[in-house]
């Protein structure tokens, strides 16, 4: 126990034997040297720590430290665990409804009542106008095509994009070939469909030029005749980015193709 004398400012810490109250060890410091006892200890401690967090195994536990593989272990399993919630929550979901079932006590029939709903809000004074039905109708292309499950897109992910605009003429070029020709009077800009690696850049006889694009799961896709390239062999491209233009008055091409095999591109791409 530590007791203070009467003099101020001096303390002195007594270890004693408690069933004979004999002092075993005593040792006097003055006020300064207890602050300064404690400071060195705070520091030790303090520098223990640093030394134990940089130089140990236990460094990992702090969030900079992480490596990237480690922190793409804890981003897997975290979504792992969000995978695992929801297929318990469904699970859950299961349950009650057979339960439901059981006691028979299910609620309203909800086919009905979405029914109803529909006649309900099918009902309006103010019909629909052009722009609205227009809308509609590329909006039920574009998800034809993009949930499409007739081909490698679907079961890959892989949702292509059209590479000219809409005041380019798309036309199918003659029997024999299932590539497709891009017709417009002034010059127009060609987009890359997907993303990838710009495998060459070409130059035909007439002054136009064609370049090939490598795309994820083999996919390639051609762009010729066109009235100028923006990019160079090597190039990564994204999906919409400007990659050259159509001559003007004259026509271009575009053509699909998968592990060697030319694809039909009005299969694959929402014109």
Same mark, same amino acid.
């Not at 404690?38 to 236990?58: D, E, N, Q, R």
């Not at 490698?152 to 070029?173: C, H, N, Q, R, Y």
């Given at each position: 126990?530590? @007791? ?5 400012? &001096?303390?002195? /810490?007594?270890? *004693?034997?408690?069933?004979? !109250?004999?002092? *075993?060890?005593?040792? &006097? ?40 593989? /480690?922190?793409? @272990?804890? $981003? +897997? ?36 009542? /979405? ?22 109708? @590329?909006?039920? +292309? ?17 949702? !292509? =994009? ?21 017709? =417009?009077?002034?010059?127009?800009? #060609? ?5 990838? =690696?710009? /495998?060459? #850049? ?8 064609? $370049? ?6 083999? !996919? ?12 160079? %062999?090597?190039?990564?491209? #994204?999906?919409? @980015? ?7 008055? %004259? ?19 929402? !014109?």
């Amino acid at each position: 126990m530590a @007791q203070k004398y009467k003099n101020p400012g &001096r303390y002195r /810490l007594d270890f *004693i034997k408690e069933n004979t !109250f004999n002092r *075993i060890w005593s040792l &006097r410091m003055t006020r300064t040297r207890v602050a300064l006892v404690s400071a060195i200890v705070i520091l030790g401690g303090a520098a223990l720590l640093w030394v134990v967090m940089a130089y140990t195994p236990l460094r990992q536990l702090l969030p900079p430290s992480l490596s990237g593989e /480690l922190r793409g @272990q804890y $981003l +897997e399993t975290a979504m792992r665990l969000d995978s695992l919630e929801q297929k318990a929550k469904l699970g859950e979901a299961y349950i009650a409804n057979i339960v439901a079932i059981m006691n028979d006590d299910l609620p309203e029939d909800s086919a009905m009542a /979405l029914a109803a709903a529909q006649v309900m809000l099918s009902d309006s004074l103010l019909a629909a106008t052009e722009a609205e039905r227009r809308f509609v109708r @590329q909006y039920e +292309e574009d998800a034809r095509f993009n949930l499409s499950v007739l081909t490698p897109i679907a079961a890959e992910g892989m949702v !292509f =994009s059209a590479p000219v605009g809409a005041t380019v003429e798309v036309s199918d070029l003659p029997p024999g070939n299932k590539g497709l020709r891009l017709s =417009s009077e002034k010059s127009a800009a #060609v987009t890359a469909v997907y993303r990838g =690696s710009v /495998l060459g #850049v070409y130059t035909r006889p007439d002054g136009t030029s064609a $370049l090939t694009v490598q795309h994820p799961n083999d !996919f390639v896709s051609i762009y010729d005749g066109l009235g100028e390239v923006f990019v160079d %062999k090597g190039t990564k491209v #994204v999906a919409g @980015q400007r990659i050259g233009h159509t001559p003007a008055g %004259k026509a271009a091409t575009f053509e699909l193709w998968h592990k060697g095999n030319e694809l039909a591109p009005r299969d694959y791409i929402s !014109f």
